[in-house]
């Protein structure tokens, strides 16, 4: 399978089929040798596939603040509960207890997120225990 040459999308970097292949061990050599050779496919070098994460990141943080702040005035449990598991699995564990006590508050009955703030508790005490150890 010939392998074709292929340019940088927006700053015309010759890339490199090896490295290529080396940032996307995820596919074995077939798959990327027919992405590669695809003649409607473009690709970004790694410095301007790396701005263009940041640049995505800045503006998903962006929309995230404004997101937050129109949660303020939600009622809508289900939208807080998204956002208390969204808030856990990045670790931030005050904002996730902050959104599951507001799940609470607007359904007393919604057991998962009493379970789920349960076990929120007991990894903090946990952390807690184990710095205190190794402290």
């Known amino acids: 399978m010939i392998i074709s040459k292929k340019y940088c999308w927006a700053c015309k970097k010759l890339l490199n089929f090896d490295e290529f292949k080396e940032v996307n061990q995820v596919f074995d050599e077939i798959k990327l040798?027919?992405?590669w050779n695809?003649?409607?496919l473009q690709f970004y070098c790694c410095g301007?596939?790396?701005?263009l994460v940041?640049?995505?990141?800045?503006?998903?943080?962006?929309?995230?603040?404004?997101?937050?702040q129109a949660l303020k005035s939600n009622f809508n449990p289900t939208v807080w509960r998204?956002?208390?598991?969204?808030?856990?699995d990045k670790g931030d564990y005050k904002r996730a207890e902050e959104a599951y006590n507001r799940v609470l508050e607007l359904d007393p009955t919604d057991l998962n997120s009493a379970k789920n703030l349960r076990c929120l508790y007991?990894?903090?005490?946990k952390s807690k225990i184990s710095s205190k150890i190794n402290g």
């Open 82 to 88: 998204r956002l208390a598991i969204i808030y856990y």
């Open 33 to 35: 040798k027919k992405l």
């Open 48 to 51: 301007c596939y790396t701005k």
């Open 54 to 68: 940041r640049r995505d990141v800045k503006r998903i943080l962006l929309d995230q603040n404004e997101y937050e």
């Open 122 to 125: 007991q990894k903090l005490r």
């Open 38 to 40: 695809h003649p409607s």
